[in-house]
């Protein structure tokens, strides 16, 4: 420690034109290839949210960023292939109540099965799915993927703001 870390959007889909990084260690950026410098050791998870003005995508790394103080620990294992990452988009993210958000699946390794949890105490199992949201606040909304060995799930605490 420190960490200085260079990050790239430059795999995000849609053609993007904004961008919001979240380090894990209270910071954020907006710019869409930040650097950021972990002072505190610990693990770290980054999560990147990228709209493009008429849908939006996100990507979740889980524990990607590791800051020693001393000895640098041994790399995390390289992913089994097969396994499954959950991503997923929501247009639109925000809007005036009643709110439909169109929700995509955008995971990686194949998923047979779905099941969205929208925040507001609905499910869907559908693979893309459609939801209304009829009273203003912030919605969680988790995407829960599995394919013939393995599953994933992403949450994000504030994917949707119904006004």
Same mark, same amino acid.
């Given at each position: 420690? @420190?960490?200085?870390?260079?990050?790239?959007? !430059?795999?995000? =889909?849609?053609?993007?034109? &904004?961008? *919001?990084?979240?380090?894990?260690?209270? #910071?954020?950026?907006? #710019?869409? $290839?930040?650097?950021?410098?972990y002072?505190?050791?610990?693990?770290?998870?980054?999560? =990147?949210?990228?709209?493009?003005?008429?849908?939006?995508?996100?990507? =979740?790394?889980?524990?990607?960023?590791?800051?020693?103080? /001393? @000895?640098?620990?041994?790399?995390?294992? #390289? @992913?089994?292939? /097969?396994?499954?990452?959950?991503?997923? &988009?929501?247009?639109?993210?925000?809007? $005036?109540?009643?709110?439909?958000?169109?929700?995509?699946?955008?995971?990686?390794?194949?998923?047979? &099965?779905?099941?969205?949890?929208? /925040?507001?105490?609905?499910?869907? !199992?559908?693979? $893309?799915?459609?939801?209304? *949201?009829?009273?203003?606040?912030?919605?969680?909304?988790?995407? &829960?993927?599995? $394919?013939?060995? *393995?599953g994933?799930? =992403?949450?994000? @605490?504030?994917?949707?703001?119904? #006004?």
């Amino acid at each position: 420690m @420190p960490l200085t870390v260079s990050f790239s959007s !430059k795999q995000s =889909l849609g053609s993007p034109n &904004s961008w *919001y990084w979240q380090f894990g260690d209270g #910071t954020t950026n907006t #710019t869409q $290839n930040p650097v950021h410098t972990y002072e505190t050791p610990g693990t770290y998870t980054v999560t =990147l949210r990228a709209t493009n003005g008429m849908t939006g995508g996100y990507a =979740l790394w889980n524990n990607y960023i590791t800051v020693a103080n /001393g @000895p640098v620990p041994e790399p995390t294992r #390289t @992913p089994v292939p /097969g396994t499954i990452m959950a991503q997923f &988009s929501a247009y639109p993210a925000s809007g $005036n109540a009643p709110l439909t958000v169109d929700f995509r699946d955008l995971s990686a390794g194949n998923p047979v &099965s779905w099941n969205w949890d929208f /925040g507001d105490g609905t499910q869907s !199992k559908m693979q $893309n799915s459609s939801h209304i *949201y009829t009273t203003a606040g912030s919605y969680p909304v988790t995407l &829960s993927v599995t $394919n013939a060995n *393995y599953g994933g799930s =992403l949450n994000i @605490p504030h994917a949707v703001t119904v #006004t």
